[in-house]
Structure formats: C-alpha cells, structure tokens
C-alpha cells in the first residue's frame, strides 16, 4: 500500500522544518509547495490525505486560495489552515475549511487536528485508530430509527453482500458504510471511497480502474485504480445515481465476475472486493426512468440500509450538537463553550434539510463565532416561519401541513417584499420602514430569498 500523501501550502520557512518532520515520523509523505500555483498543479493528478495551507504564507487571498483548492474535486482532502488568530478569526468558517490552527503551531494540536477531521482509516490511520471515533459515533444513534439500520448493518457486516445506503444528503451514509467495513472480516484491510459524481466519466473511470502506462496521451505512467487499491478490502461507491451508463455497465461486470482490466491493457486482473454503494436518489425511479441499469441495481441492492432524515430522529439532535461541541470546542480553542438551553430547544425543532452535516456546520460556525446564544448564527425560527432549505437537498417527499403552511407563509412573505421593493425602486431603507419590519431583518430576507440575484439578472436582461 502506498504510503499516504500530505499537501503542505506556504508553511513559511521558519516553521516548515518542525511540520514536515513531524508529519514524515507519522508515516505521511509530504509535497511541499510555496505557492498557490504550485499546489493547484500538485491538484491536477494527484490526491492527498489532507492539505495543510498557511495562510500567511506570500499574501495570498485566503479565501480565493481554499476556493481554487476545493475546485480540484475532493484532491486536496480535508483541508486544514494555520492563520494568525488575529488576523484571521472571522473567516474560519466562511472559508469552509476542516479545522483551523492558530500560530504558532502547536504539534500536538496538529496531531489534534489530524485526528479529527482525516477520515481516512486505510489511508492515513490503522483502522485500530479511527475505530474508536467511529463507535462513539454510532453511539450516538439512539432512536429507534437507527437502531433498525444498525441491526442491518450489523448483520450485513458478518457476510460479504453488496449494500446499498440509501438516504438524504448529510444523513450518515457513509458512516454507515465506514461501520459495515468496521464490522466486516475485511477491517484491517482497506476502506476506498469514490465519489462517483465528483468528476467526469473519463476521470472517474481511470479512477476506478487505472490505466496501463501509454493508454491515451498522458498517460506517462501506470495508475493504478481504486478496485486495486481496495483489494482485500472495501470499495464505497458514493452517489451511485451518478454512474455513467457505460461505467454501470463495467461495474456490472465487476460485480459478476470480480474481474476487470486496467484502461488501455489487455489482461484482465482480478480483485476480491467487497462493494458498498449509496445514494440519495430513488434508483428505483431512475431504473423505471431508464437512467440506471435494472440489473445493477439488483447486484447493488442485495441488502438495503435506509438512513433516516434526522427531522425523524430529532431526539439525536441534542446528543449530536453536544458531540459537535466537544469535538470543535477544543479545535477550534473555545474551551467551555455551551450551547444555551433556549437555542438547542430551537435545533431540535429545526427541520435540517441538509441533515447531520448541517447541524454540524452550523456547531462549527457557532463556536467559531464565539456565539452559544445563536444570535449571529442565522437559523430562522421555525415556528415564526423562515427556516432555510437549502438549495442543494431536495425538499422532504410529503410535506405535512405545517410545512405547507410555512411554504405559503414564506411565499406570501416574498410576493409582499419584492413588490415593495419594486415600489420602492429598491430603496430598502422606505421598504423596511413600509413593511414595518428593521433594515436589517429586510437585508437578510432579501437574501434569503435570493431576491438580489433575481434583481441583477433581471438588470442583465434589460
Ligand atoms: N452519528 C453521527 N455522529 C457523528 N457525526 C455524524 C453522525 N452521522 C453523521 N455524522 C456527520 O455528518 C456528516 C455527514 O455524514 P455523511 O456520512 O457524510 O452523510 P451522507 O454520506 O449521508 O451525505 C459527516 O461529517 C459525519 O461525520
Ligand atoms: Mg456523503
């Protein structure tokens, strides 16, 4: 197996010894660069365990950096920043970014660091070393919902089946995945995570099964695929929906046969691999639709464990949002932080959309805005009817009547601000005071409902 491969960004001189030294006993090989260009074409073929970017490396826009580092798919892993706390501070969690550093660095909070947000057991730690985070996760589950999915998955570990995760976005499926390989006979071998909607057919199948050295213009030497890498172990075929045709049809005959060939190769080689896939679409839809192989998604679908939405499970609210705390409060150096009694009442009644991975953003921003009360932290009150759902995850398939009421509340609400904001001519200031609500309750409004994005390309069109 290869060894697994550190990014280093701009760590200025006098602390890039100490890092790479560091980061080399722990087994990692590091690449070094001192620019942003430099680390954006280390992007371009290569994927690490995680990168590390200082930001006060050669004045870089930090922003603009982490932005042009994630544009590179998912290559760069999670991504950790030292900053100077006191020029930095705010932007942590507008950068997005995994964890932060303050200066100097301090090598057992990077070991902190690492621990915490790397999540790759096979790549970068011994399963024995990720196992016990993951079990304290799973404990975490406590409603009835997903003790039945962790009785499947238990189950489902024990023999070498196919299973299918299914699920919304941000629900846990891949730390089910991660547990059935946890569970499974094949845990000290490896766990291999594809997205397969994170990047183009061509990528994606070189990704998946390496091709031989002088398979198609660039390919200067061998690669080698993620079904290689995963032998012995498990491969996890994230957003599964997404397959290409042509790649559902080799992945069939994968699943078949064990048996595939590098691109651009003759001989077939073969693997012993077992196959975790997950979804959040309805492949049975897509399957009845024709985008997807009828025949896959029986190969897929020999045991099906169901992810609920945590709206369903909102007994796990608190319990995930105190872990939550614990786990960022001491990244993120805010020793004692609490969330107020008043609010975590707020968050288990929020919907979350956008599941646990929204809870925990949402933690993640609190506690970097110091803001236990969550008065800086957007999360409109669900009951005064203005909670968010994000773009990015489909709305909940029956809505129930207090969701239909909020829906309509919500668009009597816009109708009501963009006619006076038309009658205004976008003065907000007569607007707000028109609508009886404060200037900056209609700023946010404005923006929550995407109305200044309308109002540009409305410009645009003229
Ligand atoms: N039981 C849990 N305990 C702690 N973190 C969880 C738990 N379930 C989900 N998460 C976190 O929520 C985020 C989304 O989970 P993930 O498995 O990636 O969801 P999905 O694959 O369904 O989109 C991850 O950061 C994950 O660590
Ligand atoms: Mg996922």
């Not at 995570?193 to 061998?222: I, W």
């Not at 609190?366 to 800086?376: A, C, E, G, Q, S």
Request: some cysteine.
């Amino acid at each position: 197996m290869t060894e697994p491969r550190v990014l280093v960004v701009e760590v200025d001189a006098a602390t890039r010894p100490g890092i790479l030294g560091f980061l080399r006993r722990r087994g990692y090989q590091c690449v070094a660069v001192a620019s942003a260009g430099a680390a954006l074409e280390a992007l371009v073929d290569s994927s690490f365990s995680f990168t590390l970017v200082d930001l006060n490396g050669n004045g870089t826009d930090p922003g603009e950096l982490i932005r042009h580092l994630k544009a590179r798919g998912r290559n760069s892993g999670p991504i950790l920043v030292i900053a100077d706390r006191l020029v930095h501070s705010l932007d942590a969690a507008e950068l997005a970014v995994e964890a932060v550093l303050s200066k100097p660095v301090n090598l057992g909070e990077l070991q902190h660091a690492i621990d915490t947000v790397v999540r790759a057991p096979s790549e970068a730690l011994g399963p024995e070393q990720t196992g016990g985070r993951l079990l304290r996760e799973i404990d975490l589950w406590r409603s009835p919902k997903m003790l039945d999915a962790h009785l499947i998955l238990r189950e489902a570990a024990r023999v070498d089946v196919t299973v299918l995760v299914t699920g919304e976005t941000g629900t846990g499926k891949e730390l089910i995945a991660r547990a059935i390989h946890h569970f499974s006979s094949r845990r000290a071998g490896p766990f291999v995570k594809v997205n397969c909607a994170a990047m183009p057919r061509e990528l994606l199948e070189s990704e998946l099964f390496g091709y031989e050295r002088g398979a198609f213009t660039g390919a200067h030497k061998l690669k080698i695929g993620k079904f290689e890498a995963a032998h012995r172990g498990t491969i996890f075929l994230d957003e599964i929906g997404d397959l290409h045709p042509a790649l559902q049809a080799k992945l069939l005959h994968v699943l078949q046969d064990g048996e595939f060939s590098r691109i651009g190769a003759k001989a077939t080689l073969s693997v012993d691999v077992r196959v975790l896939a997950a979804t959040n679409q309805d492949l049975e839809r897509a399957v009845a639709e024709g985008r997807f192989r009828e025949d896959l998604y029986y190969r897929l679908n020999v045991v099906n464990v169901f992810v609920p939405p945590l709206r369903e499970r909102a007994a796990e609210i608190p319990i995930l949002a105190n872990y939550f705390v614990e786990r960022y409060a001491k990244l993120y150096r805010r020793d004692g932080f609490a969330i107020a009694p008043t609010v975590m009442e707020r968050l288990t009644r929020h919907p979350f959309p956008g599941n646990v991975r929204e809870l925990e953003n949402l933690v993640k921003r609190m506690i970097v805005l110091d803001d236990p009360f969550l008065t800086r932290v957007p999360l409109p009150d669900a009951v005064a009817g203005g909670e968010r759902l994000s773009s990015s995850s489909p709305p909940p398939p029956e809505p129930s009547l207090k969701e239909i009421g909020r829906r309509a509340s919500r668009a009597a609400e816009r109708e009501a601000i963009t006619r006076m904001l038309e009658r205004t001519s976008w003065n907000r200031v007569r607007a707000a005071r028109a609508l009886r609500i404060s200037y900056r309750a209609l700023l946010y409004k404005i923006k929550e409902a995407g109305l200044e994005a309308e109002r540009s390309s409305a410009r645009s069109a003229l």
